[in-house]
């Protein structure tokens, strides 16, 4: 394959631009993700429900704006959205090392963190997804989410991989000063990108109302059926997700002795097999078909996950950790195709409502999911949730294979978002001839 087509979108500067500043972003979550549960279950002692709350609160904010986020963001330009919140959640992070130098860190000043974070979180990814479209063009969603979620597999990698030995030094509060660092850096990156959609306006003579707007998104996404699978599917995925992975901090630090170090080497495997998700992600889904990929990914690599709450200390948790490679690899291929799904049904005017209505039902998964791995490791141990979350993983698939997506092969078209939803709901859309 020539060097330019491996290439692809990376030739236009305003995409390398987002590309970079997605890396840097990413980096730094993957920091915070492993350095803010070692922060409660090290440097304060918290318990497995304690642990499963600062979970939950970290994706709180999709349940407390993430509807109205949608709307906002309509009414603003997108990247100047991704650069404030950027820096935003840069400020907000450094409270954290400056508490814990002053001796005046607590749980509820992290959750405090946790939860504004969270916040300005929603309204980076909806604007984000909402500017992919208008950045690279409908043609290229698959190439560029593809891109997109191999950098994010790659800081998957080296995010955990570098801040276990960081976290081991100089600790977990002070590693947050590394992920405030990136996070600025990331907003910084997106400053320089010249592709700027226009000022969005209300139509004339009609003032916006939040309400309206709101309701407009949810009857779009509820009117067709293949967007009320994928995001089912999503939410039921994410709940048992977030389960697993709260338990897993737990099960590995308190059961399986592992330190930062060792714990950072499992999380960076989890994104090795996310990295080779996204690289292989387009091609599944041209091979298999964007709808089948949905169901199928889940159905195979998520039960390898129960293979970890049968480890013991010593070798067999990094054999064990295969699982974990596996779940991660389905994990991006489904996302991938889903997200293309979602953007290609959808109108620009719609964009921001949609995908903030996707995190609304996805992340108030997650939320949710942080609630119940905690009150689940509180009452039956962490290996016993890990079990439960593995299992609840397998099963999101249902909804899929119960659905037209069982056998869509082709993504709609541009013009598919203006016809009637049914039309669609049979699994074949519009002109899929001339897609193949």
């Known amino acids: 394959m020539p060097l330019s087509s491996r290439i692809g979108l990376l030739r236009d500067p305003n995409f390398r631009?987002?590309?970079?500043?997605?890396?840097?972003?990413?980096?730094?979550?993957?920091?915070?993700?492993?350095?803010?549960?070692?922060?409660?279950?090290?440097?304060?002692?918290?318990?497995?429900?304690?642990?499963?709350?600062?979970?939950?609160t970290t994706m709180a904010g999709s349940l407390l704006i993430g509807l109205p986020a949608g709307a906002w963001v309509e009414r603003m330009r997108k990247r100047s959205v991704m650069i404030t919140t950027d820096l935003a959640r840069a400020l907000f992070l450094l409270t954290i090392p400056v508490a814990w130098e002053l001796d005046l860190l607590?749980?509820?000043?992290?959750?405090?963190?946790?939860?504004?974070?969270?916040?300005?979180?929603?309204?980076?990814?909806?604007?984000y997804v909402s500017y992919l479209p208008h950045l690279v063009g409908?043609?290229?969603?698959?190439?560029?989410?593809?891109?997109?979620?191999?950098?994010?597999?790659?800081?998957?990698?080296?995010?955990?991989?570098?801040?276990?030995?960081?976290?081991?030094?100089?600790?977990?509060?002070?590693?947050?000063?590394a992920s405030s660092i990136g996070m600025a850096a990331s907003g910084l990156f997106a400053c320089g990108i010249r592709n700027?959609?226009?000022?969005?306006?209300?139509?004339?003579?009609?003032?916006?109302?939040?309400?309206r707007d709101i309701m407009e998104g949810l009857r779009f996404v509820l009117s067709y059926p293949i967007l009320r699978t994928t995001m089912l599917t999503?939410?039921?995925?994410?709940?048992?997700?977030?389960?697993?992975?709260?338990?897993?901090?737990?099960?590995?630090?308190?059961?399986?002795?592992?330190?930062?170090?060792?714990?950072?080497?499992?999380?960076?495997?989890?994104?090795?097999?996310?990295?080779?998700?996204?690289?292989?992600?387009?091609?599944?889904?041209?091979?298999v078909g964007p709808g089948p990929v949905i169901w199928i990914a889940p159905?195979?690599?998520?039960?390898?996950?129960?293979?970890?709450?049968?480890?013991?200390?010593?070798?067999?948790?990094?054999?064990?950790?295969?699982g974990l490679v596996a779940l991660s690899l389905g994990g991006v291929v489904?996302?991938?195709?889903?997200?293309?799904?979602?953007?290609?049904?959808?109108?620009?005017?719609?964009?921001?409502?949609?995908?903030?209505?996707?995190?609304f039902v996805s992340w108030g998964g997650l939320a949710l999911g942080g609630l119940l791995g905690g009150t689940s490791g509180s009452a039956f141990g962490a290996a016993h949730t890990l079990w439960i979350a593995g299992t609840g993983m397998t099963l999101s698939a249902l909804p899929a294979?119960?659905?037209?997506?069982?056998?869509?092969?082709?993504?709609?078209?541009?013009?598919?978002?203006?016809?009637?939803?049914?039309?669609?709901?049979?699994?074949?859309?519009?002109?899929?001839?001339?897609?193949?």
């Open 17 to 56: 631009l987002l590309f970079t500043a997605t890396a840097l972003g990413q980096l730094s979550d993957r920091v915070i993700f492993l350095a803010l549960p070692m922060v409660a279950i090290v440097s304060l002692k918290a318990d497995p429900f304690q642990v499963g709350l600062l979970s939950a």
């Open 106 to 127: 607590t749980i509820w000043l992290l959750y405090a963190v946790a939860l504004v974070h969270g916040l300005f979180t929603v309204f980076f990814d909806v604007a």
């Open 138 to 177: 409908r043609n290229n969603l698959v190439e560029g989410n593809s891109k997109l979620s191999a950098i994010r597999s790659v800081t998957s990698i080296s995010g955990p991989g570098v801040s276990g030995p960081l976290i081991g030094w100089i600790g977990a509060p002070a590693t947050l000063v």
């Open 196 to 211: 700027r959609e226009p000022e969005p306006a209300p139509a004339p003579h009609e003032r916006p109302r939040l309400s």
């Open 234 to 287: 999503d939410g039921v995925f994410n709940l048992f997700l977030v389960m697993y992975q709260t338990m897993l901090m737990v099960f590995l630090t308190r059961q399986l002795g592992l330190g930062a170090t060792g714990t950072g080497l499992i999380l960076s495997a989890m994104g090795c097999g996310g990295l080779l998700g996204a690289l292989l992600a387009a091609g599944i889904s041209k091979r």
């Open 299 to 322: 159905l195979v690599t998520c039960p390898l996950t129960l293979v970890m709450p049968m480890a013991q200390p010593g070798w067999t948790v990094y054999v064990a950790a295969l």
């Open 334 to 359: 489904r996302l991938v195709a889903q997200a293309s799904f979602q953007q290609a049904l959808t109108p620009d005017r719609l964009l921001g409502r949609t995908s903030a209505t996707a995190r």
């Open 401 to 436: 294979l119960l659905s037209p997506l069982r056998t869509m092969r082709a993504l709609p078209l541009e013009k598919d978002h203006e016809q009637a939803p049914e039309k669609l709901s049979e699994g074949i859309p519009a002109d899929t001839d001339q897609q193949r």
